[in-house]
């Protein structure tokens, strides 16, 4: 699920027809920033609207409340939404993809060669996308200041889920609805949490890749990611390990600094950087390993991320080279300040807006700060670069003095006591998929909590790897998790 920098929107590129779908496949990602200067873990779908559909799914507006939770508020707002019926048969069920960590796009009912379309198009469903309050252009109050984000919650959010839904019931006068939500990574989570918390509004989930634990302290996101590495290829870890090494013992001394600057191109000079700034271009560096194992396809995974790194000169070498490659930036971000300053001026309708809003719940709810605090990490990985008290008080320098360590780790607790957790979770009818390779899987439910709750691990697979458009190349156990899918879906829907 945030800090650095640049503060762009990234994507999983998906298309119409296959071919079109491959073509951007293999096209470099664009970078984004939250905690961590690389993408974070929503979905952005970029292709060419069909035509024929631009009328079907024009941007529609549904008159939402602003708190849920206060009677004695009476404000509205127009929460921006896509609905398409191209594969709706008479008493179908109603798909709704829940929107989550960024902009929407009406590219999510139009792309029928996404798992959850495909799934439309045979039983028949009607296909719904709604945006997240505070993303995009469903702005609440049409600002992100620190007062108005107190509207921003995961509870907020369900009860517009709910709240639409039971609208969309009365103005298609639905008498036998049957809602299944979809979603991935946050909004995965927020399809199993609508499931648990509005029972007879949301009749069955699939909850791709969500974080439904949440944790002040991420560590085992970085083991993840090493563990990934490792398992393709020991040397290849080792190697980055070594490079990590050399990183850390040229930054303790003035000419070692200038090394450093000259070889990643930081965007200021590293031999005036405190204790802040050293963090932020370790999270810099980092973050690119980070978001190549999480969301790694077409030329950017890990076979190519290996190549670069053990093909270089020496360790070190194939750090920068990778880097270097993956980040696509003039410059490393190594300015703790101008980061404040980038998520402090943030307006709404931006990406960097979607950051901001995202860091806030981040900061009020989840946690999910990815420090290299493991021992695994701090002993065969990166080192003890970066501790999570760096991505707290950020918290605090960006939103407000309020938000500080104490307050940050009860918000989390408090959310965890709402949800009940991985371990607790008590919804039914949910299918759960995770990619091992993922880091978020850790905080997934990966047990079933009672007998209608399904976790699917798939080998191999990377984030939300099950909603992408299916390929030939596809290892043979995501090929399966879609089986599985489609199985409990059909079981549902035909029940």
């Known amino acids: 699920m945030r800090c650095l920098l640049a503060l762009l929107v990234i994507a999983t590129i998906c298309a119409v027809q296959y071919a079109e779908a491959r073509a951007l496949l293999e096209m470099p990602i664009p970078r984004t920033s939250m905690i961590r200067d690389r993408e974070w873990h929503s979905f952005v779908l970029e292709y060419n609207r069909p035509a024929d ?4 799914v024009a941007d529609q507006h549904f008159v939402q409340q602003l708190d849920h939770f206060d009677a004695s508020n009476n404000k509205t707002w127009l929460q921006r939404f896509w609905y398409n019926d191209q594969w709706y048969k008479p008493g179908g069920p109603q798909f709704l993809m829940i929107g989550g960590e960024g902009t929407g796009s009406p590219l ?7 798992t959850w379309i495909l799934l439309a198009k045979e039983v028949g469903a009607a296909a719904f996308y709604l945006e997240h309050r505070f993303y995009g252009e469903s702005q609440p109050t049409g600002d992100l200041k620190f007062e108005s984000l107190k509207y921003l919650t995961s509870e907020q959010a369900l009860a517009d889920l709910n709240t639409f839904i039971l609208a969309q019931n009365k103005v298609l006068n639905l008498t036998s609805p049957r809602w299944i939500t979809f979603g991935g990574s946050y909004s995965g989570a927020l399809s199993a949490w609508a499931r648990e918390k509005y029972p007879d509004t949301v009749y069955a989930a699939v909850a791709s890749s969500g974080p439904v634990q949440a944790v002040v302290d ?10 990934a590495l490792h398992s393709y290829n020991p ?8 490079g990590f090494l050399k990183i850390n013992s040229l930054v303790t001394n003035s000419q070692g600094r200038d090394t450093l600057t000259k070889a990643f191109k930081t965007c200021t000079d ?12 370790y999270d810099a560096i980092i973050g690119n390993y980070m978001g190549i194992v999480q969301n790694g396809r077409g030329y950017e995974n890990i076979p190519e991320l290996c190549k670069r790194q053990l093909g270089a000169e020496s360790d070190f070498n194939g750090v920068v080279d990778v880097v270097h490659w ?13 980061v404040i300053d980038n998520y402090k001026k943030a307006v709404f309708g931006t990406s960097s807006g979607d ?8 900061c009020n709810e989840f946690g999910y700060f990815q420090s290299t605090d493991s021992d695994l990490v701090v002993h065969e990985f990166t080192g003890a670069d970066i501790p999570v008290d760096f991505y707290v008080q950020q918290c605090a320098d960006i939103f407000d003095a309020s938000l500080d360590n104490s307050t940050v780790y009860a918000n989390v607790e408090k959310t965890n006591s709402h949800y009940y957790g991985q371990k607790g979770y008590n919804g039914t009818r949910v299918v759960f998929p995770n990619g091992s390779n993922d880091p978020w899987h850790v905080l997934g439910v990966l047990n079933a909590t009672n007998k209608e709750v399904y976790p699917i691990l798939i080998d191999g697979a990377n984030h939300c790897a099950d909603m992408r458009p299916p390929f030939g190349s596809d290892p043979p156990s995501l090929t399966a998790a879609r089986k599985a899918i489609r199985k409990h879906v059909l079981s549902w829907v035909n029940a």
């Open 53 to 56: 559909l631009n009328s079907r």
């Open 108 to 114: 999510w009912v139009e792309g029928d060669d996404l």
């Open 218 to 227: 991420f560590t085992g996101y970085l083991d993840v990611v090493y563990n």
């Open 235 to 242: 040397k290849c870890a080792e190697s980055v390990h070594k």
């Open 270 to 281: 590293l031999k005036n950087a405190d204790k802040n700034g050293l963090y932020t271009f």
């Open 326 to 338: 993956s980040s696509q930036k003039e410059c490393i971000a190594d300015n703790y300040q101008t």
């Open 355 to 362: 950051a901001r809003s995202w860091l806030w719940q981040s």
